[in-house]
């Protein structure tokens, strides 16, 4: 599957949005827009007031509950909620050289352009290649949510840390038996 197009690489920012950690600071908002601020036009400042900072946190929220959702039912509710934050009004641009769509107005607050990026990016990957592509990682202690861009949909982990943490585990663990 392609996913070197700017409306499925959003699904990857959708993923990190729904794996910051929030608890740890809580200027987390901030720091995420700043991380991840390839994502947004030049002049938008990265600064979200405590109540943006809420509707950022209720959008990861919404976004985890896409990927950890069992039916297609709730999946379908989840999304919808999460499109329903959503303000999209795409242009087409070659900002990088490739024409390509944005989805969210370039004069948007942050928030605007990250909730609709992320609503937009998410649905769209959900909608052409399946709600099974999200998942949370099998490794213990971790619940990050994935997509699973791998060719035969048999991804379990989040990251190859958890991957190669998990199998030095269960090697352990057979050799105690
Ligand atoms: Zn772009
Ligand atoms: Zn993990």
Redesign the pocket.
């Known amino acids: 599957m392609d996913y070197d197009t700017y409306g499925s690489n959003a699904v990857e920012l959708a993923i990190d949005l729904a794996n910051a950690d929030r608890d740890a600071d809580p200027g987390w908002a901030d720091a995420f827009l700043r991380a991840h601020d390839e994502w947004f036009t030049i002049e938008t400042p990265l600064e979200l007031s405590p109540a943006e900072a809420r509707r950022a946190a209720a959008t990861a929220d919404l976004v985890r509950a896409v990927a950890v959702a069992a039916t297609q039912d709730e999946v379908i509710a989840r999304l919808n909620e999460l499109l329903a934050l959503a303000r999209p009004h795409p242009y087409a641009t070659d900002h990088d050289g490739e024409l390509h769509l944005h989805y969210a107005r370039p004069d948007a607050p942050a928030l605007e352009q990250l909730t609709t990026t992320v609503a937009m990016g998410l649905s769209q990957v959900v909608a052409q290649h399946g709600w099974q592509r999200l998942g949370v990682?099998s490794?213990e202690g971790?619940d990050?949510v994935y997509v699973d861009t791998s060719r035969n949909a048999s991804r379990r982990?989040?990251?190859n840390?958890?991957a190669s943490r998990s199998t030095v585990a269960a090697y352990r663990a057979r050799r105690k038996t």
Request: with cysteine; proline share 0%; glycine share 0%.
């Open positions: 990682c490794a971790c990050d982990y989040c990251s840390t958890c």
